[in-house]
């Protein structure tokens, strides 16, 4: 089953920067209708005011909440009801990183990637479902984080591989619903996840081996829309993406913890 995304109304979550205001850019052209939701008000604003020049009949709904507690997503459902939004498709792409270990983390930061990575995307799409109109579709944005247990991005990681594994049973379960259900898993793209993921004291992740797997958002969020339009599961954006993908995921998990233990000893994991 394929998904047009012509005249689609969509529903998108941390469209306030990054690969979500990509996502809303690039559809902006021929949708019929977004709702763009993250915290920040302005910069939701800015990224309207971009989708407006880009199609001025364009209907743009803006919803600032936190989306990480039950209150901030009762706000987005009710503004959604109230403001009669009926989408049939939901991007699911708020979330967030911490860079460092987990004896070094602040439990605040474990938590909210754990709330917003995984809770709020499940929930999102439990409490979105009923609204969803068909022929729909549910575009998840997990990570090639997933693939791998990652030391010094542990709950991090750990969350993607959760994504993963929700979107591909969903996509299971609703196949015959009439809904598409897309992962995508992006490497590393240059937005401000790493100004976010960075503790105050602590290091960047431009470390050595990312370079060759760095793509920019556009191509990204181009992947992943045309990988939803065909109707498939998953995506590794990139060729170098798709091929470390796929050497993780079939790599030996000893080799591999012994692999990676070498890495994090040298301090480049
Ligand atoms: N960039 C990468 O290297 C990379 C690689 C693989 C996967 N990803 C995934 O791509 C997705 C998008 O990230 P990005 O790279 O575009 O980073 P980003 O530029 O930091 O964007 C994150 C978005 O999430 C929103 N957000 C964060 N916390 C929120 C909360 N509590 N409630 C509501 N919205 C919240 C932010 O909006 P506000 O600040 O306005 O709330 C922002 O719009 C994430 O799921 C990330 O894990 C990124």
């Not at 479902?129 to 579709?137: F, I, S, T, V, Y």
């Not at 575009?139 to 984080?145: D, K, Q, Y």
């Not at 004291?201 to 370079?211: I, L, V």
């Not at 969020?221 to 109707?231: P, Q, S």
């Amino acid at each position: 089953m394929n998904f047009d995304t012509h005249q689609c109304t969509a529903l998108i979550t941390g469209a306030s920067s990054g690969l979500g205001a990509e996502f809303a850019r690039q559809l902006a052209p021929q949708a019929q209708g977004l709702f763009l939701t993250g915290r920040r008000l302005e910069a939701l604003e800015a990224v309207r005011a971009e989708c407006l020049r880009l199609n001025p009949t364009l209907r743009v709904e803006l919803c600032a909440t936190d989306i990480a507690t039950d209150e901030g997503r009762g706000v987005l459902l009710e503004a959604v009801r109230a403001l009669d939004f009926q989408p049939n498709l939901l991007i699911n792409n708020a979330g967030m990183g911490d860079y460092g270990t987990v004896q070094t983390a602040t439990a605040a930061k474990l938590r909210a990637q754990m709330d917003l990575n995984m809770t709020a995307l499940v929930l999102l799409t439990h409490a979105i479902l009923p609204r969803l109109k068909k022929p729909g579709g549910i575009l998840n944005v997990s990570s090639l984080a997933s693939t791998l247990p990652l030391p010094a991005m542990a709950v991090y990681a750990a969350t993607k591989s959760f994504v993963s594994s929700f979107s591909e049973a969903l996509a299971v379960e609703l196949a015959t619903e009439g809904i598409v259900v897309t992962c995508v898993c992006p490497g590393p793209t240059p937005t401000s996840f790493s100004h976010t993921a960075r503790r105050p004291d602590g290091e960047d992740t431009d470390r050595g081996g990312q370079g060759i797997l760095r793509i920019p958002p556009q191509q990204v969020v181009a992947e992943a829309l045309a990988t939803l339009r065909a109707g498939k599961a998953c995506v590794y954006p990139g060729l170098g993406v798709t091929v470390a993908a796929c050497l993780f995921r079939h790599l030996p998990r000893a080799l591999m913890r012994r692999l990676l233990q070498r890495r994090f000893s040298r301090g480049t994991v």
